[in-house]
């Protein structure tokens, strides 16, 4: 099992940069695809960046594409969002996930294929 725990959030003026954390336990978390998805009140889950085990990003949506990197280290057990050039629109509580099992990709990003949550942390983007 996997427990998360979300760190990095805050309020940023729209153009500017957090980095978020993600923080595992576990001696599998390395085998592990990680993704970070975010949700505003009463919207869907949406999800926003994937990296698999070996630490190459698999799969951003659209409206993070040139700005959000995905990144993580093992060695620390960490997975990171590099949020760069925030708007508004970004504002969300963020969250990073597993899936299931170890080396197991997920395609397309459905909140349902992953198993394991954090509890979110707060990105606030002003305009």
């Known amino acids: 099992q996997v427990q998360l725990v979300e760190s990095g959030g805050g309020l940023v003026q729209a153009g500017g940069s957090l980095r978020l954390s993600c923080a595992a336990s576990?001696?599998?978390?390395?085998?592990?695809?990680v993704a970070w998805f975010r949700q505003n009140p009463g919207k869907e889950r949406e999800f926003v960046a994937s990296?698999?085990?070996?630490?190459?990003?698999?799969e951003y949506v659209d409206s993070v594409k040139g700005r959000f990197t995905i990144s993580r280290d093992n060695a620390k057990n960490m997975v990171y969002l590099q949020m760069n050039s925030l708007k508004p629109e970004d504002t969300a509580v963020y969250y990073c996930?597993?899936?299931?099992?170890?080396?197991?990709?997920?395609?397309?990003?459905?909140?349902?294929?992953?198993?394991?949550w954090g509890q979110g942390t707060q990105v606030t983007v002003s305009s």
């Open positions: 576990g001696r599998t978390f390395s085998r592990y695809c």
């Open positions: 996930a597993t899936p299931p099992r170890t080396y197991y990709v997920v395609y397309g990003g459905a909140p349902s294929e992953y198993s394991y």
């Open positions: 990296i698999d085990w070996s630490g190459v990003p698999r």
